[in-house]
């Protein structure tokens, strides 16, 4: 297929751009396979280049003759353009709308894009699952790598080599793969060094009505007790649901099979009750009404903080027994690919410090998503402005996301990278000229070559230019676990990307720059007075007058 | 001390509002100015409450373990007590009733505080702050704007100060006139003067107008005030109030005024409510911040509910609308609500602070306040019910400006001299009495209670200690700092205020305060500043024999702040929290935990069992130590983990 059949009109000129907060730019609109092009062809005049893939809907209004479209993106911001003349206003909306909604991955623009910067590390190869378990050898050798997932057969949505206890062999695994929900056998995800202690995830087990029990799942998990210790299964569905699973098949751990374990269940939603959230909560923020009234009940009737505040507080939960009671800890829901890995990231990101760096966070990212298998493909497919009634989207990753920005903005010193790293790779995870967000697991973007055909978004950000952006001034590494408050009063709405485009950010940027500008000084002057103290050093030890003055 | 009848109750538990596990032990001690726990064995700090400060005790139905006491403050600080003896507990409450509503001024903390000032110092305090320096700041008296003497011995009216500025045209039969057609002869006159357009802002209260009368004095007066700004045909007059509300007051030979019999006025309702529907709602909005453990759909419900951020938002509205005339049209604006003493108050300092940036310095609002509330006759003993009095006339028309301001500070983070500790510190010492400056309801009171005679005044305190109210972002030559602020005030830019309602819950602030840490860097930076400046001119040679001596000096007193702030807050960031809410509450007195372990292990029995509870819908919390001082749970273990 040629991108050309899909472009009724490649170019309109006389066009008018309207943003929020911004001024109107008149200028050329050029749609090309992968880009809309708004170019007003002034010298050092901003150019609008928007990824077809980070449209998110298209909306058609005329005037008389004068058509407008508006251009709802799945990054959240909205535009308008205003095209003269109705029938190239159709051409256009029509190809955008064909044009993003392109659903064949390897016509996706990564697959086309060439790095227009050098490449000092290619990301595909910073955070292999072997390279993470060579950390762990370090600390413990209760824990071995197995490849017994190799072809993706096992497991679909795992990685070739996951971690498992040392004593648990592969046919062992094969076993429990048929007990677990898609094959997802309990894996490692963290290892908590201070104690020992450790949190798996997996999918939920397959007991059904009739309570259905599995040998060898149970000697998996118990093999990651201490003697004597007993360990928490963290369901992070409620019990009714957990039950009602058992009808389709699913189900839980009974006391009876697992008596060393208890299980605790927690309600965090499931996606299509996210991405509805997400459409509201979106509609709400752009609400222009002015009503106080009407903004906090739409705010309200959103639901997203409520999630926000359950996802952290059964991340907290786990953090705590893990650190706190010193008990090993499994956690799932249904499938094990959402709120599971919402909780097991979250937990790491409160104890681990390491997960607290930008590159730890990055690897954090591939551990307990891209290579947990979190279907990024089909999550992050339409954002909250699509018309298409949801079929798999949901804003699983954004409120992890969310999350981690509440720690943050509780610990601002804490982490090494600041707000604008977590917008980006919110960005990213839902329109990319990076391959890193494609497909929906290790096997998927192995079977598409992507490491091969594409540039991963961490070679992006691993060079200085990007990192110094990214970089928090205020990081002080604090090795210490950080116990985030989750009252109601303590988390806010993330304005970085609710609000983002809806209203101007001058101020706070200035105050951001002005933040910089202190410590950089500061640092400045220390450099200086330390130079100074040096010189005055030597031109001490050279004087020979003041040593027999002393 | 005759209303004390128990000066000392011993074993009375205080508990920590959101984890009763982390109680605390101690004797209770009543004084004729404070309340006073001091902890056994000296675990935690002593809690010091200023009697002014409660607003309510309410004492509960006694239970085996004791008698619970509610004490609610008006720093927004919650009690709650468990004595022992039911008796106690009846005599604690009613000595606490008795000492927190006194019956006479002169019991009032501000005149037995008597800190070591001597008396010459003393008197400076109250010279610190001086109204004409403002106004001549202002650039008057000019050719348009002249001092009145009209209302000295507060004769024309008595809630007015004795210094007024009035436009040059008005004589004194004019400015007596219009009194007698005003609400308490609260006639127009100046507020805020903007020297670079001649537009200004008058205050007044309500016309007399009832259905049809006029008087032709007040007619000449908003006429003499126009005819002050040469530049513009025509004035604004806000009615503060909403239009029904003004409506209704006609029908008591009140109202607003009628456009026809004004020349050249354009009239503008802007609906701000009245104080008691202000009241009621922060009361709501209070309780919403009180709730143990609140789903965010209870919060969220509760604060629109209560209607406080859309009450906050009309304030700033209103200032918005006025400072916009002032400054971009060039108009001036008489503004009055009913007795112009409450809203007008708001308004006229609010559009201050968006118009001049000297009222967003440290001295600059001072001076507002002092100016738009204290001297303008704002009823701080009323409002802030420091004697026993109608509750119907309590209000938070401060708590609102102060609010305001910390909403735009919020949005401006760089347009401010002073930071929210400083808003904070205002709001407790209004309440508080500890200093003479809002006691009594206007200036004729105040001169009659010889307040500047026999107490000290806050604002000298404030400038004293003005390190720990500086804004590290703040800086005189930024461009959010000059001009006109223009706040966006769609409902997402307000936000709930934790820092003044929740302040005693320090569990739900962030650990690491940005602020602080840039605060320290700039102590750090001015040390390096210096230390430079001295080794540049050591090495010029000048004294080089003291080199050593210097450079000794120099390394011992470097790069050590940074360590501390953050050290302290970690205290506070290694300390978890009830995540498991829902267990807790099963057993609520449960004894603490030793060594302040999940709850979940010392309840095994009813956890795995499927039951609701343990789908474990909302659960928050936050630990609250009770002091504002402790930055660390003195129960916690997590200490001796942080220093390992």
């Not at chain 1, 009602?244 to 008596?259: C, D, I, L, V």
């Not at chain 2, 509610?70 to 008795?98: A, Y």
């Not at chain 2, 807790?584 to 004894?591: A, I, K, L, R, Y």
């Given at each position: 297929?040629?991108?050309?059949?899909?472009i009724?009109?490649?170019?309109v000129?006389?066009?008018?751009?309207?943003?929020?907060?911004?001024?109107?730019?008149?200028?050329?609109l050029?749609?090309?396979?992968?880009?809309?092009?708004?170019s007003?062809?002034q010298?050092?005049?901003?150019?609008?280049?928007?990824?077809?893939?980070?449209?998110?809907?298209?909306?058609k209004?005329?005037v008389?003759?004068?058509?407008?479209?508006?251009?709802?993106?799945?990054?959240?911001?909205?535009?308008?353009?205003?095209?003269?003349?109705?029938e190239?206003?159709?051409?256009?909306?029509?190809?955008?709308?064909?044009?993003?909604?392109?659903?064949?991955?390897?016509?996706?623009?990564?697959?086309?894009?060439?790095?227009?910067?050098?490449?000092?590390?290619d990301?595909?190869?910073?955070?292999?699952?072997?390279?993470?378990?060579?950390?762990?050898?370090?600390?413990?050798?209760?824990?071995?790598?197995?490849?017994?997932?190799?072809?993706?057969?096992?497991?679909?949505?795992?990685?070739?080599?996951?971690?498992?206890?040392?004593?648990?062999?592969?046919?062992?695994?094969?076993?429990?793969?048929?007990f677990?929900?898609s094959?997802?056998?309990?894996?490692?995800?963290?290892?908590?060094?201070?104690?020992?202690?450790?949190?798996?995830r997996?999918?939920?087990?397959?007991?059904?009505?009739?309570?259905?029990?599995?040998k060898?799942?149970?000697?998996?998990?118990?093999?990651?007790?201490?003697?004597?210790?007993?360990?928490?299964?963290?369901?992070?569905?409620?019990?009714?649901?957990?039950?009602?699973?058992?009808?389709?098949?699913?189900?839980?751990?009974?006391?009876?099979?697992?008596?060393?374990?208890?299980?605790?269940?927690?309600a965090i939603?499931?996606?299509?009750?996210?991405?509805?959230?997400?459409?509201?909560l979106?509609?709400?923020?752009?609400?222009?009404?002015?009503?106080?009234?009407?903004?906090?009940?739409?705010?309200?009737?959103?639901?997203?903080?409520?999630?926000?505040?359950?996802?952290?507080?059964?991340?907290c939960?786990?953090?705590?027994?893990?650190?706190?009671?010193?008990?090993?800890?499994?956690?799932?829901?249904?499938?094990?690919?959402?709120?599971?890995?919402?909780?097991?990231?979250?937990?790491?990101?409160?104890?681990?410090?390491?997960?607290?760096?930008?590159?730890?966070?990055?690897?954090?990212?591939?551990?307990?998503w891209?290579?947990?298998?979190?279907?990024?493909?089909?999550?992050?497919?339409?954002?909250?402005?699509?018309?298409?009634?949801?079929?798999?989207?949901?804003?699983?990753?954004?409120?992890?996301?969310?999350?981690?920005?509440?720690?943050?903005?509780?610990?601002?010193c804490?982490?090494?990278f600041?707000?604008?790293?977590?917008?980006?790779?919110?960005?990213?995870?839902?329109?990319?000229?990076?391959?890193?967000?494609?497909?929906?697991?290790?096997?998927?973007?192995?079977?598409?070559?992507?490491?091969?055909?594409?540039?991963?978004?961490?070679?992006?950000?691993?060079?200085?230019?990007?990192?110094?952006?990214?970089?928090?001034?205020?990081y002080?590494?604090?090795?210490?676990?950080?116990?985030p408050?989750?009252?109601?009063?303590?988390?806010?709405?993330?304005?970085?990307?609710?609000?983002?485009?809806n209203?101007?950010?001058?101020?706070?940027?200035?105050?951001?720059?002005?933040?910089?500008?202190?410590?950089?000084?500061?640092?400045?002057?220390?450099?200086?007075?330390?130079?100074?103290?040096?010189?005055?050093?030597?031109?001490?030890?050279?004087?020979?007058?003041?040593?027999?003055?002393? | 001390?005759?209303?004390?009848?128990?000066?000392?109750?011993?074993?009375?538990?205080?508990?920590?509002?959101?984890?009763?596990?982390?109680?605390?032990?101690?004797?209770?001690?009543?004084?004729?100015?404070?309340?006073?726990?001091?902890?056994?064995?000296?675990?935690?700090?002593?809690?010091?409450?200023?009697?002014?400060?409660?607003?309510?005790?309410?004492?509960?139905?006694?239970?085996?373990?004791?008698?619970?006491?509610?004490?609610?403050?008006?720093?927004?600080?919650?009690?709650?007590?468990?004595?022992?003896?039911?008796r106690?507990?009846h005599?604690?409450?009613?000595?606490?009733?008795?000492?927190?509503?006194?019956?006479?001024?002169?019991?009032?903390?501000?005149?037995?505080?008597?800190?070591?000032?001597?008396?010459?110092?003393?008197?400076q305090?109250?010279?610190?702050?001086?109204?004409?320096?403002d106004?001549?700041?202002?650039?008057?008296?000019?050719?348009?704007?002249?001092?009145s003497?009209?209302?000295?011995h507060?004769?024309?009216?008595?809630t007015y100060?004795?210094?007024?500025?009035?436009?040059?045209?008005?004589?004194?039969?004019?400015?007596?006139?219009?009194?007698?057609?005003?609400?308490r002869?609260?006639?127009?006159?100046?507020?805020?003067?903007?020297?670079?357009?001649?537009?200004?802002?008058?205050?007044?209260?309500?016309?007399?107008?009832?259905?049809?009368?006029?008087?032709?004095?007040?007619?000449?007066?908003?006429?003499?005030?126009?005819?002050?700004?040469?530049?513009?045909?025509?004035?604004?007059?806000?009615?503060?109030?909403p239009?029904?509300?003004?409506?209704?007051?006609?029908?008591?030979?009140?109202?607003?005024?009628?456009?026809?019999?004004?020349?050249?006025?354009?009239?503008?309702?802007?609906?701000?409510?009245?104080?008691?529907?202000?009241?009621?709602?922060?009361?709501?909005?209070?309780?919403?911040?009180?709730?143990?453990?609140?789903?965010?759909?209870?919060?969220l419900?509760?604060?629109?509910?209560?209607?406080?951020?859309?009450h906050i938002?009309?304030?700033?509205?209103?200032?918005i609308?006025?400072?916009?005339?002032?400054a971009?049209?060039?108009?001036?604006?008489?503004?009055?609500?009913?007795?112009?003493?409450?809203r007008?108050?708001?308004?006229?300092?609010?559009?201050?602070?968006?118009?001049?940036?000297?009222?967003?310095?440290?001295r600059?609002?001072?001076?507002?306040?002092?100016?738009?509330?204290?001297?303008?006759?704002?009823?701080?003993?009323?409002r802030?019910?420091?004697?026993?009095?109608?509750?119907k006339?309590?209000?938070?028309?401060?708590?609102?400006?102060?609010?305001s301001?910390?909403?735009?500070?919020?949005?401006?983070?760089?347009a401010?001299?002073?930071n929210?500790?400083?808003?904070i510190?205002?709001?407790?010492?209004?309440?508080?009495?500890?200093?003479?400056?809002?006691?009594?309801?206007?200036?004729?009171?105040?001169?009659?209670?010889?307040?500047?005679?026999?107490?000290?005044?806050?604002?000298?305190?404030?400038?004293?200690?003005?390190?720990?109210?500086?804004?590290?972002l703040?800086?005189?030559?930024?461009?959010?700092?000059?001009?006109?602020?223009?706040?966006?005030?769609?409902p997402?830019?307000?936000?709930?205020?934790?820092?003044?309602?929740?302040?005693?819950?320090p569990?739900?602030?962030?650990r690491?305060?940005?602020?602080?840490?840039?605060?320290?860097?700039?102590?750090?930076?001015?040390?390096?500043?210096?230390?430079?400046?001295?080794?540049?001119?050591?090495?010029?040679?000048?004294?080089?024999?003291?080199?050593?001596?210097?450079?000794?000096?120099?390394?011992?007193?470097?790069?050590?702040?940074?360590?501390?702030?953050i050290?302290?807050?970690?205290?506070?960031?290694?300390?978890?929290?009830?995540?498991?809410?829902?267990?807790?509450?099963?057993?609520?007195?449960?004894p603490?935990?030793?060594?302040?372990?999940?709850?979940?292990?010392?309840?095994?029995?009813?956890?795995?069992?499927?039951?609701?509870?343990?789908?474990?819908?909302?659960?928050?919390?936050?630990?609250?130590?009770l002091?504002?001082?402790?930055?660390?749970d003195?129960?916690?273990?997590?200490?001796?983990y942080?220093?390992?």
């Amino acid at each position: 297929m040629e991108f050309a059949e899909l472009i009724k009109t490649p170019r309109v000129d006389g066009v008018i751009l309207h943003r929020p907060f911004m001024p109107t730019v008149e200028g050329t609109l050029c749609l090309t396979g992968h880009h809309l092009i708004l170019s007003s062809r002034q010298d050092n005049a901003e150019e609008l280049w928007l990824l077809h893939s980070n449209i998110d809907s298209i909306e058609k209004r005329f005037v008389g003759s004068l058509g407008s479209i508006i251009v709802k993106c799945k990054d959240l911001r909205v535009i308008q353009l205003d095209i003269p003349g109705m029938e190239e206003c159709f051409n256009i909306a029509s190809s955008v709308e064909a044009l993003s909604t392109l659903d064949i991955l390897s016509l996706m623009y990564p697959f086309f894009y060439r790095p227009m910067f050098e490449v000092i590390e290619d990301g595909w190869n910073s955070f292999l699952p072997e390279d993470a378990f060579k950390d762990l050898e370090t600390m413990t050798d209760e824990w071995r790598l197995s490849d017994v997932n190799k072809d993706c057969t096992v497991c679909p949505s795992y990685p070739p080599l996951v971690a498992v206890p040392k004593d648990v062999d592969d046919d062992t695994l094969r076993k429990v793969a048929t007990f677990r929900h898609s094959g997802r056998f309990p894996v490692l995800s963290y290892y908590h060094k201070k104690n020992g202690m450790v949190m798996m995830r997996a999918g939920q087990p397959l007991t059904g009505t009739n309570g259905r029990r599995c040998k060898e799942d149970e000697k998996l998990i118990n093999a990651t007790l201490r003697p004597g210790k007993r360990g928490y299964i963290i369901d992070t569905r409620t019990i009714n649901l957990a039950q009602q699973a058992k009808a389709r098949g699913g189900g839980f751990e009974s006391e009876a099979n697992y008596p060393q374990w208890r299980r605790i269940h927690k309600a965090i939603e499931r996606s299509n009750i996210l991405q509805e959230s997400l459409i509201k909560l979106v509609e709400a923020c752009n609400d222009q009404s002015h009503s106080m009234d009407r903004w906090l009940s739409k705010l309200e009737a959103s639901n997203w903080q409520t999630h926000v505040k359950e996802i952290l507080t059964t991340a907290c939960l786990a953090a705590q027994c893990i650190d706190r009671e010193g008990a090993s800890v499994l956690v799932h829901g249904t499938e094990g690919t959402d709120s599971t890995l919402q909780v097991t990231s979250l937990a790491q990101i409160i104890l681990d410090p390491a997960c607290r760096t930008i590159r730890g966070f990055q690897g954090l990212v591939e551990r307990e998503w891209l290579q947990a298998g979190h279907p990024f493909h089909h999550r992050c497919a339409q954002s909250a402005f699509s018309n298409s009634k949801p079929r798999q989207e949901a804003p699983v990753f954004l409120l992890f996301l969310d999350c981690v920005w509440q720690i943050l903005r509780q610990f601002p010193c804490s982490f090494e990278f600041s707000e604008s790293f977590l917008v980006l790779v919110f960005d990213h995870a839902y329109a990319s000229q990076f391959g890193t967000f494609l497909g929906n697991s290790t096997a998927e973007r192995a079977k598409l070559s992507l490491p091969e055909k594409t540039v991963s978004l961490w070679s992006w950000v691993n060079r200085p230019q990007e990192l110094e952006r990214l970089t928090n001034p205020l990081y002080e590494a604090n090795s210490l676990v950080i116990w985030p408050s989750v009252a109601p009063q303590s988390l806010l709405l993330w304005e970085g990307v609710f609000l983002r485009w809806n209203r101007s950010s001058k101020c706070l940027d200035e105050a951001y720059e002005e933040m910089v500008h202190i410590i950089e000084y500061n640092k400045e002057l220390q450099n200086k007075v330390n130079s100074l103290r040096r010189q005055l050093a030597q031109l001490e030890t050279e004087d020979p007058l003041l040593q027999t003055l002393e | 001390m005759e209303h004390i009848r128990l000066p000392k109750v011993e074993n009375v538990r205080l508990l920590d509002r959101v984890s009763p596990r982390r109680s605390r032990v101690g004797t209770l001690y009543l004084t004729a100015t404070h309340t006073i726990f001091v902890e056994n064995e000296m675990k935690g700090p002593d809690i010091h409450v200023e009697d002014c400060l409660v607003c309510s005790v309410e004492k509960q139905a006694a239970t085996a373990s004791g008698c619970s006491l509610l004490v609610r403050c008006k720093n927004f600080q919650v009690l709650h007590f468990v004595v022992p003896r039911e008796r106690e507990c009846h005599d604690v409450h009613l000595s606490l009733q008795r000492l927190s509503q006194p019956e006479r001024c002169e019991e009032l903390y501000c005149f037995s505080y008597k800190p070591n000032v001597d008396e010459a110092e003393r008197r400076q305090e109250w010279d610190f702050l001086d109204l004409k320096a403002d106004y001549s700041r202002m650039g008057l008296p000019n050719s348009l704007w002249k001092f009145s003497p009209v209302n000295q011995h507060y004769k024309v009216s008595d809630t007015y100060p004795a210094d007024l500025f009035v436009p040059q045209s008005a004589t004194p039969p004019v400015i007596v006139g219009s009194s007698k057609f005003r609400s308490r002869g609260r006639f127009p006159t100046l507020s805020y003067y903007s020297k670079e357009n001649h537009a200004a802002i008058c205050r007044s209260s309500q016309p007399l107008s009832g259905f049809s009368a006029r008087c032709l004095e007040d007619e000449q007066m908003l006429e003499a005030i126009l005819r002050s700004n040469p530049r513009s045909d025509f004035m604004y007059v806000v009615d503060t109030r909403p239009k029904l509300n003004a409506i209704a007051n006609r029908a008591a030979g009140k109202g607003y005024e009628n456009e026809d019999n004004y020349s050249n006025i354009k009239f503008q309702f802007i609906g701000i409510e009245n104080i008691h529907v202000m009241r009621n709602s922060q009361q709501k909005m209070l309780e919403v911040c009180e709730l143990r453990s609140p789903s965010m759909s209870d919060f969220l419900e509760g604060l629109e509910s209560s209607g406080w951020l859309k009450h906050i938002k009309a304030v700033l509205d209103a200032g918005i609308f006025i400072a916009k005339a002032v400054a971009e049209e060039g108009v001036s604006v008489l503004v009055h609500c009913s007795d112009g003493w409450d809203r007008t108050a708001q308004v006229c300092s609010v559009a201050s602070v968006l118009l001049d940036p000297h009222y967003r310095t440290l001295r600059g609002l001072m001076v507002l306040i002092e100016k738009d509330w204290v001297s303008f006759g704002h009823k701080f003993s009323h409002r802030c019910n420091h004697l026993v009095g109608d509750p119907k006339e309590v209000s938070p028309a401060i708590d609102q400006f102060l609010e305001s301001v910390w909403q735009l500070m919020e949005q401006f983070p760089c347009a401010f001299e002073f930071n929210a500790r400083f808003l904070i510190t205002i709001h407790s010492h209004v309440y508080s009495c500890q200093y003479g400056n809002f006691i009594g309801n206007n200036q004729r009171e105040r001169v009659e209670l010889r307040l500047r005679e026999r107490t000290h005044s806050l604002w000298s305190y404030l400038w004293k200690n003005q390190t720990d109210y500086i804004n590290p972002l703040y800086r005189p030559d930024h461009s959010q700092t000059q001009g006109l602020l223009r706040p966006s005030t769609a409902p997402y830019c307000f936000k709930s205020w934790r820092g003044l309602y929740n302040r005693f819950d320090p569990g739900m602030h962030p650990r690491q305060s940005v602020e602080d840490y840039l605060s320290a860097i700039q102590e750090e930076t001015q040390q390096l500043e210096e230390q430079l400046a001295s080794h540049k001119q050591v090495e010029k040679g000048y004294k080089r024999i003291n080199s050593k001596f210097l450079l000794k000096k120099t390394q011992s007193t470097c790069s050590c702040y940074r360590g501390c702030t953050i050290l302290s807050d970690l205290g506070l960031a290694n300390t978890p929290q009830d995540y498991t809410g829902c267990f807790v509450t099963s057993s609520p007195c449960q004894p603490k935990a030793p060594d302040g372990s999940l709850v979940l292990l010392t309840q095994d029995s009813n956890l795995s069992n499927g039951s609701d509870q343990e789908s474990g819908i909302a659960d928050v919390s936050c630990r609250s130590p009770l002091s504002e001082d402790s930055t660390r749970d003195p129960d916690s273990d997590e200490a001796a983990y942080s220093a390992a």
